[in-house]
């Protein structure tokens, strides 16, 4: 790169400014697997890129146009060296679509042969480019085209390289966000991403290269707003430690997920500072940029002087203004840079620890998950002691329901007792008896009931002996049952204060854990302390350049809206559509008078028409009246009453007469109210028209005033720039003044340049506001002009439109004329026709007068007569009807003729307005075309000596900037980056330490959970063993128990064995002395 900077200033080749218009329209020959594509149009780091659109067939089409400034370089012979931009083919993956769009294929084209010559029109070129592609080529339609620009800054090239600095970004994030290697060399990464920057790829800089004395302005430094605002979010969120001390003793996982929370969110706020910062960077270097062109439009308007008295002691002074912004820069970034580094070394340790509080709290939930299983199946446990303890106690309820036999079984003990005492009493009987020598029967009976009562006593005793037994067994399984209950009462005990033991353990680890993040969240917070404190420094000595800056770029913005309102393109297009929405309106107006008149003229049509039939209606009467004539004259008997009817028809003559005289008066009026309205539009036409041209006039007085302003308001602005340059040549001495006295020491110089920048600055923002105000005024006056403008060109346009209307009307009228001069002559044969009826009518009424004379009927004839006179004098009324309608007629055609004339005198008026528009209209555009050249001249001025040694310095200062970038910053933040893996090394190795010991906690605990399970498992199955045959034996004692005492109950209701006696205890004895009852 700084072998073609050399190269460039060494030769005697010139550059220039040409914004490069790129129209895309379509690709054709896409593979089948492209589903959507964009074309991405890029050199180094300026990238332009379409919309992504779906593909169809495997063709693409977009309709877009990209555009970019690039600096050609143009060579000796005339021409420009080659400049290469790469069209890039970027389609979509269909398995990954988060992912970015990947390039498909791509090509190269020199973009430097479509500049036009020097001084030449703009060129555009269809160019079908051939981009190949995995498996084949793909056809790209573009249209080329290349414009100079004039008054801009550095070349894009050193534009590039004052931006390379940005990459830092990038860089810097994968490095943050990979930290799993820590076998990466940062610094040899980062010096290779800084050196392989877009613009200096080809060149890298050269190692024996003196080091800069100071960088650039733009080398990208850290704003105080971005980072304080990081800060004061980090601030505002709570400490690690508060947040572990407000989580529950017995959460291992809760206190390490919220620090993990806190150590993101610290991230994603830096993450948002560097965001901030890049933004900014972005800003500095545009405003930079427009500065620089200020710099250079300002010198090519400022003339140069015409005697210079000391030349070199100008030099010397820009070369001391130069010195010292080098040197204030070159604080600026250094302080810049530390902060930088700062910023990025607080950022990858809050990623280490981030990732290192990942780790942990993954493997706390991995040791919380084991340990919930380890207290399910404690619980698990004490649920199945539950179980055992209810079925003990199930077995002691049985016991007691055994212990409640035993109760019956010395019930039949002392049942059994009372048998005995009755046996004992019957053998007394039956001795008694057998002494006293009664009868066999009764001894017999005696001795029946003796044995059933010997039997149920042994019954009875075989009874309460299986009682006694089941009792035995039932407190033996009992007891048992106790035992192993107390047992695994003991054993669960002792599993409880394992657990207990183990959360112990836990809760430890887990307090030191949150010690150690808030000892590591107290070093971030003093990390940013002293970053605020830097910021804070940085920003207090970065004010003033910034205010310049703004006052700069506020000069440029202004410069740039004046001459937008200048702009003879923009200006066209509004008269254009101003001029459109006038014959547009125009065009309505006339279509609406238009069709007005033709319905008048349809009214009239359907007058004349409805004339012609009453005519023909006359006609056919006169023949009737012909026929009842000739009838007379063939001499009839009822000549009478023929010539009553005759009288009638006449009468109905007359009325159809006096009818048809009534619609012709009518049409007459309607025909004089056209005639008034056609006279009052063409009144408002000359108005119009006369108007039309007064704001012809004025508009021309207007457009003349404006050029005059225009030309007044150009002098302002050169005299506002030279005033500029004075005020920036003021400020620069006052620079080196105060330099000068901060070298020697003295406080009261530097206060004298301080008062002199300040009292500079506060001239060169008043006359600022002030030029501001006046070009608002010129431009709000341009804008007048403007609308004035186009209200002419709508005027015109509109007078056009009514020139049209009134020819149609014209046209129209003749027509009309035409057919009335038809119909009037029509109507005068028809009268003429009417007239030779009512003669031979007279004729033969005077034949049939002389016929009934003949007859001598006197006393008739006479009425008869009488009677023909009066036909005779309706027929002439009805003939001067006749001949007034076509009076009238004739009229009207005659004012219609005269309406023509004038309408056409109103036409003539009107195209010659038109053309006296037109002319003027040219006129206006001629001197338009003047001001536009006068203003092209005053941005074209004379380059100079100034100009050139701008930019001699701004390329001096783009290579001072760019090996400013190369030692001090990326050793720096290689050595931070270095300590801080260092110490997310110890931390990793911490927790790997921490994580082994859960880990062999934990499986002492699964081992003692196992071995409590394999207990517990024969525990229950033991337990149930005893309780199921507990209650078969239970349940075989009851049946067997059940089944003697239903047998007993049989055999005590059998009526032939006295089961009275024997049953209740309470019964008498038979008595020994026999029933006196037979």
Known sequence: MFRKLKAGLGSKSSKSKFRLDVAVTRVEGLPPGVAACRLQWARGAKVAVTKLVPAADGAVEWNEELSQIAT???TPSGGYEEKAYEFKLQAPDPSHPSKPPATVGKAALDMARF??????????????????????????????????????????????????????????????????????????????????????????????????AAAAPAAAPLTASAALEASRRSSEAPSIATISEAQPSSSVGGEVGDSAVLLLRTQAELEAAKEAVAERDERVRRLQQELAEAHQDLAARQAPAPAAPAPAAADSDAGEALAVLRAQNADLVGEAEALRSQLIASAAAAAASASAAGGAAAESSALQEQLAVAQARVGQLEGELEQAAAAAQAAGSASAAASSGGDDATATAAKLAIAERKIQQLAALVQQGAASGEDGARVAELQAALEAAEHDVAEAEAMAQEAMEMAEGARDELAAVQGEKERLEAEAAELRAEAEEAQGSVRWREEREAKKEAEWDARLKEAYKRMEESLSLAER??????????????????????????????????????????????????????????????????????????????????????????????????TYGQIQAAEERAEGLSLELQYAQGEAARLAAELELAREAAERRAREHQRSVAEVGARCEALTVGLEAARGEARQEA????????????????????????????????????????????????????????????????????????????????????????????????????????????????VEAALAAKEAQLSAAQEAQRSSLALMSARGRGSTMGEEEGEARSLREEL???????????????????????????????????????AEARGDAQEAAAKLAEAREEVSRLRSGPDGELRARIERLEKELVIQRNRAEVNALFKEEHDRIAQDLVETKLVWAEAQEAIVKLKRSLVKSQEK????????????????????????????GAKKLGSKLSMKRGSSRDPEGGAAGGQSAGSELPSPVPSAEP
């Open 1009 to 1036: 959970n196992v071995n409590f399970s394999a207990k517990l498992t024969k525990m229950e199955t033991k337990m149930y063993a005893t309780f199921n045959g507990t209650a078969e034996s239970m349940q075989k």
């Open 541 to 638: 000595m970065q004010r003033d350049k910034d205010g310049l800056e703004e006052r700069c770029s506020v000069l440029l913005s202004e410069k740039q809206a004046i001459e937008a309102k200048l702009d003879p393109n923009a200006v066209d297009q509004q008269v254009a559509l101003e001029v459109e929405a006038a014959r547009r309106a125009a065009e309505a107006q006339a279509r609406v008078e238009v069709e007005a008149l033709q319905q008048r003229l349809r009214a009239m049509e359907e007058y004349v028409e409805e004339a012609d039939s009453k005519r023909l209606a006359s006609a056919s009467r006169v023949s009737e009246l012909e026929a009842a004539l000739a009838v007379t004259k063939r001499g009839e008997e009822d």
């Open 72 to 74: 050609l370089v143009r």
């Open 115 to 212: 500049a036009p010559a020097p001084g030449g029109p703009p060129r555009v070129q269809q160019v079908a480019l051939t981009v190949p592609l995995g498996g084949g080529s793909a056809t790209l339609h573009l249209l080329v085209g290349a414009t100079e620009v004039k008054g801009m800054g550095p070349d894009d090239d050193a534009m590039s390289v004052m931006t390379g600095a940005s990459g830092l970004s990038s860089v810097m994030h994968s490095t943050e966000q990979d930290l799993s290697g820590f076998r990466m060399d940062s610094s040899r990464d980062l010096g290779h991403a800084a050196r392989h920057t877009p613009a200096d790829s080809a060149h890298p800089p050269s190692a024996t290269a003196p080091a800069p």
């Open 715 to 826: 002098a302002v602005a050169g005299e506002l720039r030279s005033r500029v340059m004075l005020l920036q040549e003021d400020l620069e001495g006052a620079k080196l003044a105060s330099a000068a006295a901060a070298a020697a020491g003295v406080g009261v110089g530097a206060a004298a340049a301080g008062g002199a920048d300040a009292a500079a600055r506060a001239r060169l923002e008043r006359e600022v506001a002030e030029r501001q105000r006046a070009a608002e005024e010129r431009a709000a006056q341009l804008e007048a002009m403007g609308r004035e403008l186009g209200a002419v060109r709508a005027s015109l346009d509109e007078a056009q439109a009514a020139r049209e209307a009134a020819e149609a009307a014209l046209a129209e009228a003749r027509r009309s004329a035409a057919s009335a001069a038809a119909q009037a002559a029509e």
């Open 876 to 914: 002439a009324a009805e003939q001067g009807a006749r001949a007034a309608e076509v009076a009238g007629l004739t009229s009207q055609l005659a004012e219609a003729q005269s309406l023509a004339a004038y309408s056409g005198g109103e036409m003539a008026g009107l195209v010659q307005a038109l």
